[in-house]
Nanobody, 115 residues
């Protein structure tokens, strides 16, 4: 599985962005998908995840109520809709595909939130 993340950019505090992660391969629904982020000088942290069927989601406390993860199986793509962005959301955002045996990471997309 190859993952291509996109959609990052510069946004003012309070604004919105939608990140996309396109996956190659025909077994997209077999993988749970997640978004993680890494701010400068900090460790990578979990942001959100969605099950293979899309029926279950999970969020970090810091983004709950502001971010929404969803997937489009027809497009082999998972999205992270971010609203109410804060300067502390500034980070490189990575998507990850996970199965019981494997995990794959995308290359990351930079989100910068100005105050």
């Amino acid at each position: 599985v190859q993952l291509q993340a996109s959609g990052g950019g510069l946004v003012q505090a309070g604004g919105s962005l939608r990140l996309s992660c396109a996956a190659s391969g025909r077994t997209f629904s077999s993988y749970a998908m997640g978004w993680f982020r890494q701010a400068p000088g900090k460790e990578r942290e979990f942001v959100a995840a969605i099950s293979g069927s899309g029926g279950n989601t999970a969020y970090a406390h810091s983004v709950k109520g502001r971010f929404t993860i969803f997937r489009d199986s027809a497009k082999n793509t998972v999205y992270l809709q971010m609203s109410g962005l804060k300067p502390e959301d500034t980070a490189v955002y990575y998507c990850k595909a996970s199965s019981s045996a494997y995990e794959y990471w995308g290359q990351g997309t930079l989100v910068t939130v100005s105050s």
